[in-house]
């Protein structure tokens, strides 16, 4: 059974930094791209990055390019997130996702979520 | 950026209605789109993939159809579990996501 679990979130000051981790089982992590995506309060869905199955690809949108890292450890079977610089806007539900196509696919959708994990930043 | 719209951002809908959402893609896509369906404090659960193709596990009542720019989520018969927030998300380009669209009880 495909498991992705997320940790590491909290509260943090504004200007602070935080790191999410998402755990993966249930299937060949290393042979997979990886996303995170994040949800504010009340509000929609966004994509907030990539990262390809040997984590020399990675893409990130414009409200966190410059700020947020990507990474993935494949013989750990995790990814995670850097944050850095946090701003308010940036609290929402970080959820990690996996690719739904085996390699570095043109075209991924997402096929297994996370459960999510709540990062707050605010003084 | 591709910007995704969904209509209408609230639908009123009873047990056994026929339910039918709208997405529109700013620009060409294909049939790279795929739907979403979001129950409060639950992770999105995938419904459909390149625009038609239906996740497995996922009931025959939901189906997806277009291509380009016009995209359609149809319902045949809404059930009481159907009743959440659905979005529509493109990726041909990146990745986008409607506004959502939450059907909730007439």
Redesign the interface.
Known sequence: EVQLVESGGGLVQPGGSLRVTCAASGFSFHGYSM?WLRQAPGK????VS?ISTGGDTT?Y??SVRGRFTISRDNAKNSLYLHMNRLRVEDTAVY?CARS?CVGDCQ?????F????NLVTVSS | DIQMTQSPSTLSASVGDRVTITCRASQFISTWLAWYQQKPGKAPKPLIFEASSLESGVPSRFSGSGSGTEFTLTISSLQPDDFATYYCQQYHYYWTFGQGTKVEIK
Do not use: M, T
């Not at chain 1, 929609?44 to 994509?47: C, H, K, Q, T």
């Not at chain 1, 075209?107 to 096929?111: E, G, L, W």
């Not at chain 1, 979520?113 to 999510?116: I, N």
């Open positions: 996303n929609g869905l966004e994509w990539y893409y949108a414009e959820y739904n075209h991924p959708a997402f096929d979520w996370g459960q999510g």
